[in-house]
């Protein structure tokens, strides 16, 4: 059974940072692309960022391009994303997906002062 556990949102401040964490487990990780999306309050979930199986490829959204960082640990099989530069915009859940078929527990990130 595939199983996805996203954890590490917050209350955050403006122009703040927040590293967020996905434990997967029951398929190989290492060979799969991951992601991460969010769905903010009344709005539809939005691709946030992907990186590849190996780790050398990743992938962001206009809208947080040079603020997020994606990587991966694939002896821990987890994926981070490194949060910079904080807006209120981008107050939303976040969840980590195995393509569009497997989605994860999210964990919310609140930006406000």
């Known amino acids: 059974e595939v199983q996805l556990q996203a954890s590490g949102g917050g209350l955050v401040q403006p122009g703040g940072s927040v590293k967020l964490s996905c434990v997967a487990s029951?398929?190989?990780?290492?060979?799969?692309?991951l992601s991460w999306f969010r769905q903010g309050p009344g709005k539809g979930p939005e691709w946030v960022s992907g990186?590849?199986?190996?780790?050398?490829?990743?992938w962001y959204a206009d809208s947080v391009k040079d603020r997020f960082t994606i990587s991966r640990d694939n002896a821990k099989n987890t994926v981070y994303l490194e949060m910079n530069s904080l807006k209120p915009d981008d107050t939303a859940e976040y969840s980590c997906?195995?393509?569009?078929?497997?989605w994860g527990q999210g964990t919310l990130v609140t930006v406000s002062s």
């Open positions: 997906t195995l393509g569009l078929q497997f």
């Open positions: 029951g398929f190989t990780f290492a060979r799969y692309d």
């Open positions: 990186i590849n199986g190996g780790g050398s490829r990743t």
